[in-house]
Structures are given as structure tokens and as C-alpha cells.
């Protein structure tokens, strides 16, 4: 899987690329001593992640590039002194992607399809929408299910409340490109990412403010 970085919408970036190259990247220094008080199998995603962030900074807003990363309460990544520049980060196996989006709200998830979909799940994350999906191939449908699932995570990302926001409560029609939840819009890179791969994103200066929840 090759670097992709695409701008989704005027003024909102992803990349995605794969763990194990960017992983080989030089570390900032703030990263590495963040990596430090990580278990040891955390340590190569969580580099290879601030790593492509990085990237992504260096190619926007180059001024942005070595500003320090960190977590709010509830684990958002924010860059230091700079809190309504919207990023986020997701990693799910050997896939990696972050988003950046200047004076907005933003959320990315990358997510590897599951080998098999229990009914159960398929009718949780797709609620009416799963019948759709019932005689479809098992391979087909978990590639679909994960489609769903990153607009889905990626909209409770961008609101900051993480999984107590139910994101598998969103409306997210099979085979939809692009909707809308709530004050977020979101985009899914359906023909331009083979992993499944989604991004939500706010208006600009859509109710920013140093907290975000």
C-alpha cells in the first residue's frame, strides 16, 4: 500500500500510508519521549502515526511540522498551543492515516475488514441496512461493514466523544460515498484508498473552542 495523501475537501487533508515504513522514520523528540512511557507493542504504531502526521504537517503548514503533539482527557491528539488546528490519527493493523484540517473540527479511521461478520454486528453498525448486505459473500460484506465503520468512527472522532458517542447509532447507507451527521459532514475514499478509510469533518470555525467535547 503505497503513500496517499489526498485534500478530501477545500482546507482538509489525509494521508494514509503503512505502519512499517514510517515506523523506520527519524522520531521528533517530543514523539520518542512520548514512546517511552508506552507498552512495547505500542510503541511502532504510535511512531509511525506522529511520523506521517508529521509529513502531512511538512507538506501543508510546514510551520506546524515540530510542534509538539498531545492528548486531551479524553484522548484526542491536539497540537500544543495551537488547539483549533484539527487533527487526528487512526491505525488499524499494518495501515496508518491521519487528517489535518486548519480551523476546523476533523476525524480519520482506517480500518482492515474483519475475516467474518457476525449478523448481530452487520444489524448493529447497519441497523435497517443490513438486509441489504444478508446474501452477500462473507468477504464482501466485511469489506462493507468496515466502510460503514470508518464514516461511522470518523464522525465521533471529529465530535471528540469517541465511542460513548454510539457510532454505530449513525446512518451510514452501503456503498454511500459521502453524508452528513449531526454539524459533520464525512467523505469515504471509496476508489482511492483499498483500505477502507473515512473522514468527518465541521465547517470552518464551526464552535471552536480549547476543548472540543
Known sequence: MNLLTLQVAPGVWVARGERGQWARSAPHPHDRAAAAELPKWRVEEFLASRALLRHLLRATRPELAEVPVRAEEQGRPVLAGHPGM????????????????????????????????????????????????????ERRRAAELA???????????????????????????????????????????????????????????????????
Do not use: Y
Open 86 to 137: 484539527g487533527i487526528s490519527i487512526s491505525h488499524d493493523g499494518d495501515a496508518i492515516a491521519v487528517a489535518f484540517a486548519p480551523d476546523r473540527r476533523v476525524g480519520v479511521d482506517v480500518q482492515m475488514p474483519p475475516d467474518t461478520v457476525p449478523d448481530g454486528l452487520l444489524r448493529r453498525c447497519l441497523g435497517e441496512h443490513s438486509r441489504d448486505l444478508g446474501a452477500w459473500q
Open 147 to 213: 466502510w460503514v465503520w470508518t464514516a461511522q468512527e470518523a464522525c465521533v472522532k471529529a465530535a471528540g466523544t469517541g465511542m460513548s458517542g454510539r457510532p454505530w447509532a449513525i446512518d451510514v447507507p452501503p456503498g454511500r460515498h459521502r453524508g452528513q451527521w449531526r454539524d459533520f459532514r464525512w467523505i469515504s475514499l471509496r476508489g482511492r484508498s483499498q483500505t477502507p478509510l473515512s473522514c468527518a469533518f465541521s465547517a470552518p470555525h464551526s464552535d471552536l473552542d480549547t476543548s472540543w467535547n
